[in-house]
């Protein structure tokens, strides 16, 4: 089936099956390699992408579930705040996680420009680094919210989805 997703800003139509997951679909149909395959069932946050500005883990969604919503990859960041301060802080090792970590973190700082310790621990959570001991993570996270905000020409600020939204089942 052909499907339409909105992926870093631009229309891109591409050739799914159903239970192509947008993870898959983001990699092999349309050559964005930054999201990674790490454990495929939502527990490393390595193929973490944003969907309409929160984080998602890609390995989780189908791409279906990405029609009429705004996917973005770190391929789409192009030297965001987060990015800069992964490298000023030298919170990479390997580099595996490292989309997936920066995703997150650009998606804190949009969410939550004011997140508190305990917030950044929590969001910090959702994914796994085996090669560091975190600390240049949080110093990078630390960072990037003392810088405030994410300004987009584009950007929209952003709301938690309501829990029971109508049009969840429907397409």
């Not at 939502?42 to 309409?52: K, M």
């Not at 990859?73 to 090792?93: D, H, M, N, S």
């Not at 920066?102 to 508190?116: C, F, G, S, T």
């Amino acid at each position: 089936m052909k499907l339409q997703l909105n992926v870093n800003g631009e229309r891109r139509t591409v050739d799914v099956r159903p239970a192509d997951l947008l993870l898959d679909v983001l990699r092999e149909n349309l050559g964005l390699t930054g999201a990674k395959p790490g454990c495929r069932n939502g527990d490393c946050g390595a193929c973490t992408v944003t969907v309409d500005g929160w984080p998602m883990k890609s390995c989780l969604m189908l791409a279906v579930e990405a029609t009429d919503k705004a996917v973005e990859t770190i391929e789409g960041l192009q030297g965001a705040p987060a990015q800069r301060a992964f490298v000023e802080k030298f919170a990479f090792q390997c580099g595996y996680c490292t989309p997936g970590f920066v995703m997150n973190v650009h998606a804190l700082a949009r969410l939550r420009p004011d997140a508190d310790e305990a917030t950044v621990r929590e969001w910090l959570q959702s994914n796994i680094c085996r090669c560091t001991g975190y600390e240049e993570i949080r110093e990078a996270v630390e960072c990037v919210l003392a810088q405030g905000r994410p300004a987009s020409a584009e950007e929209k600020p952003y709301r938690r989805p309501p829990a029971d939204r109508s049009d969840s089942g429907n397409t």
